[in-house]
């Protein structure tokens, strides 16, 4: 990956921790359902901060960067399925967790940041 800025460095590396996650769950574990369900959420949130870095206007990057909120909020949601589920132990999930609720803390700022800095350009128009 090029390197462009850290969220979009952050969301690819957490993508390929998802995948190698997706991997040892259907091949050590024989676990197919819950664990795509991770996969497409964890990977969707780098795929829409790409998205948002090549968006053709202000209101398609904030769309990306909401997306991409919402998607980490789901990607923790199926990581604390498969914990309590005995599925992924628990030193995984908090490693996982951890950078799924960093990047959903840097998307939700970003998006309010940005919400907020459009409704002053608006207002001052």
């Not at 959903?104 to 207002?123: G, P, R, V």
Request: net charge positive; proline share 1%.
């Amino acid at each position: 990956m090029n390197k462009q800025n850290p969220l979009s460095e952050k969301s690819y590396a957490f993508a390929l921790k998802i995948i190698n996650t997706y991997k040892l769950l259907t091949n050590a574990k024989r676990e197919y359902i819950l664990s795509k369900q991770l996969l497409r959420s964890g990977t969707s949130i780098g795929a829409n901060v790409a998205e948002a870095n090549g968006a053709i206007s202000k209101a398609d990057f904030s769309a990306k960067i909401s997306i991409a909120y919402k998607e980490s909020l789901e990607t923790k949601y199926w990581l604390s399925i498969l914990k309590d589920s005995d599925f992924i132990i628990v030193k995984d999930f908090q490693i996982l967790f951890e950078e799924a609720d960093e990047l959903s803390k840097i998307l939700f700022f970003n998006s309010k940041i940005y919400t907020h800095k459009t409704k002053l350009m608006t207002a001052n128009c």
